[in-house]
């Protein structure tokens, strides 16, 4: 009998929900099926309003828990109904949640993620495991990224030194080597672009890169955006839209005495994406081996093109290495459920910092 999980994920740019159905009877990883589902516009707008907004009222955080959870278990449903599989037989669902603050370097740190868990537990009478950054910032840690931990155990059997970028709203690396696993958030990944796009009138987001193209790089802004202390930090380190968002932009444009236009900025942006994460990779170790691509950021071919134009390293996506760049880390936190629901534990030190082993993710169970 199918050992049923599935993986629910919406990244830092808010774009859409990920599902992921598995069959983890086995070590093996077998993918049932893989969807996507749009987040209603209402609801986007209000998430990347809050997540760029330096305080948020409790009661808008309430609401947006609740609305999250609606369209997560929305995804579910019709997930369950397209592959007639019953609510009983699914062991647990992992649901990452929607990021809207990611603060671990404050004095007291903390991290929000809302489509409260035990909502959908309750709705769909399936245990469902959240919050899974909650437990390595309370060790200590910058409570992502997590899914270097998943990526060395699907992409590292092999023992080749390879890098694993994810470039969602934010970009993170996975440095798989033969002694140890390295990870960390590089910096942007689409969310200053798709910021850019949006008060532009040219759309949710650059498709294919191609404003980005039209525009020349701004040396001066460049240099500018690439001072910032962010890309100065010594990993473990993690970041999100709350610090590189439309007010990180206006500081840096303010800064400047020229004046620059739109398609300029964001040839600008797609560089300052391209270029920390090129210099992550270099800090860690210059390579010559292939960098796997996953994420949204797959789709912008300008993007992957400036990434491979960069390096010296072979540039290619997560499929060549049998899973879909898209689905990713739907499947990473359809793992993760797993693997809290059988109590294992994960040292992250050299990922995040956290000091020890700890759980990744709380587990909700229906209520009675």
Known sequence: MANIYIGLMSGTSADSIDCATLDLSSDEIKIIDCKNFEIPNSLREDIIKSSQSEK???????????????????AVKETLNKLKIKAKDVMAIGSHGQTIKHEPRLTIPYTLQIGDPQKISDELKITTVGNFRDDDIKAGGEGAPLTPIFHERIFGIDKKQKVVVNIGGITNITALQSSEVIGFDTGPGNCLMDYWCRVHNMGEYDDNGSWASKGTINQSLLAKMMSDEYFTLKYPKSTGPDYFNHEWIKKNLAELSDEISAEDVQATLLQVTVISLIESINLIQPINEDIYLCGGGVHNKFLCSEIDKQTKARVKTTLDLG?????????????FAKQRIENKK???????????EVYLGKIYEPSK
């Open 323 to 335: 899973i879909d760049p898209d689905y990713l880390e739907a499947i990473c936190f359809g793992w």
């Open 56 to 74: 948020i009222e409790k009661e808008l955080i309430d609401n947006l828990n609740f609305r999250m959870a609606e369209a997560l278990i929305f």
């Open 346 to 356: 994960f040292n992250l030190n050299k990922i995040t910092g956290s000091k020890g």
